[in-house]
């Protein structure tokens, strides 16, 4: 059974920092790239920040210079490092572990954990 479960959300004032992390089970974790996603409310899923299995990494331009994507492959987690955070970072992050092989893709999701940006 394919788990993961992140963690880290929470109540943070505008410039302020937040480490979330996503803690994966049930698959062959340096095999897939992982990334993060948001929803603030009444919008669609975005991308955040998305890390290859070789460690590459690719962000979006509302967070670049701000987050820090990284992945530690012995510990099955990835983290998404949020500096200078802004009310507009408000959102659920949800954590992301997608792979395409022999044909198939496989993607899964975690719960999503909450990230509130106010002062």
């Known amino acids: 059974q394919v788990q993961l479960v992140e963690s880290g959300g929470g109540l943070v004032q505008p410039g302020g920092s937040l480490r979330l992390s996503c803690a994966a089970s049930?698959?062959?974790?340096?095999?897939?790239?992982m990334g993060w996603y948001r929803q603030a409310p009444g919008k669609q899923r975005e991308l955040v920040a998305t890390?290859?299995?070789?460690?590459?990494?690719n962000y979006a331009d509302s967070v670049k210079g701000r987050f820090t994507i990284s992945r530690d492959n012995a510990k099955n987690t990835e983290y998404l490092q949020m500096n200078s955070l802004k009310p507009e970072d408000t959102a659920v992050y949800y954590c992301?572990?997608?792979?395409?092989?022999?044909?198939?893709?496989?993607?899964?999701w975690g719960q999503g954990t909450q990230v509130t940006v106010s002062s």
């Open positions: 992301n572990a997608d792979r395409f092989t022999g044909g198939i893709r496989y993607e899964y």
């Open positions: 049930g698959i062959i974790f340096g095999a897939y790239a």
């Open positions: 890390i290859t299995s070789g460690g590459a990494t």
